[in-house]
């Protein structure tokens, strides 16, 4: 299972999921009580403008994830594997039982926050930048920064597909001299700072010192970090990720590589949990010999079932 990240979120997210009756829906009511947000209303009804709000976001895209694959625990489905694109990686831990349900919902609202304030604090921005290999979008990352400031490659989402934060000058500096460079295209995100880079250092000592009141367990099965791209098995490492995260690029690439690989081959199902179907479209074109099917509905919840039956 995978999970994904910020800017999955939608208006009418989970609303169907809602109205149900399994764990999911018991889950997705118990939200508003434990963050006191009102943040149902704002995932089924909007507005998007405050739904995208990083700190409604987060906890909005985690419940979502969560609630889906609670549904699909109380069906037999349970993985073998897991990873979560940025926050997505909190989805993954609730999964593998690492994180209670709750405490990953109130982890992730604090993240956003924090997220948030480092943005107020140190101005950042980020961007998309296609058609360049990682490699070549460091060194000029490297050598932007030393003349414009911090800017670094701040998430390595596919082959071709690679993400930069920082300071918004130097940003903008390294758009130019990678598309200068040969990359396709490099587009300015709308987003509230410079995750995944050094500006968010401070947010990062912050949150790792609240994830100290937090019980991490071990998770059930290995879950591929972010932070390494290797598969962790241990509570220790999977709480030191969880804020090393803030400022280390997201490894995807190589994240998918690890999951997809596996030690008997590729797995023959890796399903995409929570809002959108972002990962896995990214996914089925890299890695051609393994199945992603995305379900974060109950129409898919009950064809991924169906599916699952089929298969024996």
């Not at 998309?128 to 979008?137: F, K, Q, S």
């Not at 399903?271 to 109950?298: H, I, Q, Y």
Request: proline share 6%.
């Amino acid at each position: 299972m995978i999970f994904p990240g910020q800017a999955s979120q939608s208006v009418g997210m989970a609303a169907d999921l809602m109205t149900g009756s399994g764990p999911g829906a018991t889950f997705l009511a118990q939200v508003d009580g434990l963050l006191d947000l009102g943040l149902t209303a704002l995932m089924t009804d909007g507005p998007a403008e405050t739904l995208t709000e990083t700190w409604y976001a987060q906890p909005a895209i985690l419940a979502h994830s969560v609630a889906v694959a609670l549904e699909l625990r109380a069906r037999g489905v349970t993985p073998s594997v897991v990873a979560g694109h940025s926050l997505g990686e909190f989805s993954a831990a609730v999964a593998a039982g690492a994180l209670a349900p709750a405490d990953g919902l109130r982890l992730v609202r604090r993240r956003g926050e924090l997220m948030f304030a480092a943005g107020e604090k140190a101005p950042g921005t980020m961007a998309a930048i296609m058609g360049l290999d990682a490699d070549a979008v460091r060194r000029v990352c490297e050598a932007t920064a030393a003349e414009h400031g911090v800017v670094v490659l701040a998430n390595h989402n596919s082959s071709n597909q690679i993400a930069i934060s920082g300071a918004p000058d130097a940003v903008a500096a390294a758009c130019e001299a990678l598309k200068a460079a040969g990359a396709r295209r490099a587009v300015m995100l709308n987003v509230s700072g410079a995750f995944h880079s050094p500006l968010l250092d401070d947010a990062a000592r912050e949150f790792a010192a609240h994830l100290q009141a937090v019980e991490v367990a071990d998770p059930a099965c290995p879950l591929v970090a972010n932070v390494s791209a290797a598969p962790v098995t241990d509570a220790a490492t999977l709480r030191a990720g969880f804020a090393a995260q803030l400022t280390s690029p997201v490894r995807w690439h190589e994240i998918m590589g690890v999951l997809c690989a596996g030690p008997d081959g590729p797995p023959p199902l890796v399903l995409e949990v929570g809002p959108g179907k972002v990962l896995a479209n990214l996914a089925k074109r890299e890695f051609p010999d393994t199945e992603f099917l995305s379900v974060g509905t109950a129409a898919e919840l009950e064809t991924v079932l169906d599916k699952l039956a089929q298969a024996g």
